[in-house]
């Protein structure tokens, strides 16, 4: 074997290595992450997926937490320390030592959890209970909303890793689009198009992108016939101009990519039930939220990405 050979040979097998190794290192540290909310949920009698779900909800709106962290929980430490800066001698907030080495610390996963847990457990253990904990610590609805969906999906699935998507049309239908987000619109107004429209014809099914939870489903003037559902990822995703809604789907529902919600169609700009004002499409829209605001970003770069690997399955 001649050098060249064995350099590429060393860097296939390093190539192999690294690729196994992220695998592992991803998939331990979500089994490590289900183990700590299941233990915290063994000792405070609230459920994994709360937990789960609000781990979820802050690694959204916090950078990425450090090597030596497990969850992206930050706790304010008014919350923790029960008074405005952190003191060592006389704490009276919510931070208690939880994995049994008498320190209390707002950067140790265990010890955050399970002061959390105690927090949420003084209201108690039902939805309704959870709720209204959250509301307090949060103060925010968008927030709670966020966190009792993302836990009623993973309640479902029992699972976390929720990464599949799909393109909201079936690929066999005639349909196109273009990237036309920040144009001006032709309809509506002086805002700008917040959105991509797949131009499709009548009836075509539409389905959900994402894992999530419709929130919201109904007549709006501009939107016409539309849904929106909100995923895991702290993302509102709106169907817009729909000719009607899937029998039984309902606000409250959990979906997953792939679900079909309703059809395309050319609803909007007028009463309800206004149709055929400009071509049939579907208007999608997707929206971030940081835990302070929620902001229109463009789907265009996602629709091709979830198209592509619709079209690789
Ligand atoms: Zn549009």
Redo the contacts with the bound molecule.
């Keep these: 074997m001649n050098i060249r050979s064995k350099v590429l040979l060393t860097i296939l097998i390093a190539g192999i290595c690294q690729l196994f190794l992220v695998n592992y290192v991803f998939a331990s540290e979500e089994s490590e992450r289900m183990a700590l909310y299941k233990k915290t949920s063994a000792v405070t009698d609230i459920p994994w997926y709360y937990f789960a779900a609000i781990d979820q909800y802050e690694r959204q709106i916090h950078d990425d937490p450090p090597e030596y962290r497990v969850t992206a929980i930050q706790p304010d430490p008014l919350f923790w320390n029960g008074i405005d800066y952190p003191s060592m001698f006389f704490p009276s907030g919510w931070g208690a030592s939880g994995n049994g080495d008498k320190k209390i610390d707002i950067t140790n996963d265990e010890d955050i959890l399970w002061s959390l847990g105690n927090y949420i457990k003084s209201y108690g253990t039902t939805k309704d209970d959870i709720r209204i904990a959250l509301w307090n610590y949060y103060k925010r609805d968008l927030t709670v909303q966020t966190i009792m969906n993302t836990a009623k999906v993973f309640k479902k699935f029992q699972t976390v890793s929720l990464e599949d998507r799909d393109f909201p049309l079936p690929l066999e239908a005639n349909y196109s689009y273009n990237n036309t987000w920040g144009d001006a619109r032709g309809f509506g107004g002086r805002r700008i198009?917040e959105?991509t429209?797949i131009f499709a014809n009548y009836g075509v099914p539409v389905k959900s992108t994402t894992y999530g939870v419709v929130e919201m489903k109904g007549w709006n003037e501009y939107g016409g016939w539309r849904i929106g559902i909100r995923d895991i990822f702290n993302i509102y995703h709106y169907y817009?101009h729909l000719n009607g809604f899937k029998d039984g789907v309902n606000v409250g529902d959990v979906v997953k990519p792939g679900d079909v919600i309703g059809s395309v169609g050319a609803t909007g700009y007028g009463p309800p039930g206004t149709s055929g004002k400009f071509p049939p499409?579907l208007?999608y829209g997707m929206y971030q939220d940081n835990g302070e605001h929620e902001w229109s970003f463009d789907p265009y770069p996602y629709l091709k990405r979830w198209e592509k690997l619709a079209r690789e399955q």
Aim: net charge negative; aromatic share 0%; no cysteine.
């Design positions: 198009h959105g429209d817009a499409h208007h």
